[in-house]
């Protein structure tokens, strides 16, 4: 199986902040992967998939980059409703993995 | 507008089966195919299998092959997630989920989580 590794596994920001989570894949993905938010009791949504492509209605103040092993989830105008757990997944190979999960905490 | 509507939270106990669902609308069920991931208490998303609910083609992932069954009935616009013999460490949060386009194992629409406890 691919493994995922997400950094950091919690980071913490300011309201109108910026934040980025990197995501590596241990073998070339391509641009297969996704990025999905989870907020406490509530199913994971999906924002970005193919490295960079926001999903219909998610903000652009999420953005997405990278190809290969080495992906980033920037994150900017940073509001209290970000709070939540990210996680990237990539889907080039069977079976899809996930990252670990970065918890972002909004101060 | 597509909807994945799972069956209620489940106590069950060692060794007891159990059969839980995802039922779909707003779209053309056959066409896509549905996935399952777990979530134990506290922890990450793990990827479980994905069934084609036109062919019944279902793939799992190595880590439960054998532990699970996902079905789908086409005339039911629904899919399951089966054990025959639960074990305490099935404790988890079930999620259904779409997939959004063909020959790809990418998630779309989720459905919003099947609680299972398992418990002497």
């Known amino acids: 199986d691919i493994q995922m590794t997400q950094s950091p596994s919690s980071l913490s920001a300011s309201v109108g902040g910026r934040v980025t989570i990197t995501c590596r894949a241990s073998?070339?993905?391509?641009?297969?992967l996704a990025w999905f938010q989870q907020k406490p009791g509530k199913a994971p949504k999906s924002l970005i998939y193919?490295?960079?492509t926001l999903q219909s209605g998610v903000p652009s103040k999420f953005s997405g980059r990278g190809s290969g092993t080495d992906f980033t989830l920037t994150i900017s105008s940073l509001q209290p409703e970000d709070s939540a757990t990210y996680y990237c997944?990539?889907?080039?190979?069977?079976?899809?993995?996930f990252g670990g999960g970065t918890k972002v905490e909004i101060k | 507008e597509v909807q994945l509507v799972q069956s209620g939270a489940e106590v069950k106990k060692p060794g007891e089966s159990l059969k839980i669902s995802c039922e779909t609308s707003?779209?053309?069920?056959?066409?896509?195919?549905i996935g399952w991931v777990r979530q134990m208490p506290g922890k990450g998303l793990e990827w479980m299998g994905i069934?084609?609910?036109?062919?019944?083609?279902?793939r799992y992932s190595p880590s439960f092959e054998g532990l699970v069954t996902i079905s789908a009935d086409k005339y039911l616009n629904t899919a399951y997630l089966q054990w025959s013999s639960l074990k305490a460490s099935d404790t988890a949060i079930y999620y259904c989920?779409?997939?959004?386009?063909?020959?790809?194992?990418?998630?779309?629409?989720w459905g919003p989580g099947t609680l299972v406890i398992v418990s002497s």
């Open positions: 989920a779409r997939q959004q386009r063909p020959y790809s194992w990418l998630l779309d629409s």
């Open positions: 069934t084609n609910p036109d062919d019944s083609d279902t």
């Open positions: 193919d490295a960079s």
């Open positions: 997944q990539q889907y080039n190979r069977y079976p899809p993995t």
């Open positions: 073998q070339d993905i391509s641009k297969y």
């Open positions: 707003g779209y053309s069920f056959t066409n896509y195919w």
